[in-house]
């Protein structure tokens, strides 16, 4: 049975995007690659420039200027529980 994994072909490498093939080194394994449209892979990619633009807008609405930065930090690290500490023979060198 055939299996169909997905991935980018970028140089001529293979760059496994869900599941990775479990592939015994030591021997060829023989293949068949169908290239996908180009609009198609693209689709899967964000746009920065999108999300620059979006940013940039929320920071040109001045929608967290009510906000005290100091204040919020220090109430997100109160409700966020410390790590415990490592047993002696664990810690690093």
């Known amino acids: 049975m055939l299996k169909t994994f997905k991935a980018i072909l970028t140089n001529n490498t293979l760059q496994w995007l869900d599941e990775t093939p479990e592939i015994n080194s030591e021997h060829p394994v023989n293949v ?31 929608t967290f200027t009510d906000v005290d930065t100091q204040q919020w930090q220090q109430q997100t690290r109160r409700n966020r529980s410390l790590p415990l500490p490592l047993a002696s023979s664990q810690q690093a060198i």
Not at 39 to 57: D, F, P, V
Request: no cysteine; charged share 25%; glycine share 6%.
């Open 32 to 62: 068949y690659i169908t290239l996908l449209e180009e609009n198609i892979i693209g689709e899967n990619r964000s746009n920065g420039q999108k999300m620059a633009n979006a940013l940039k807008k929320i920071a040109n609405n001045n």
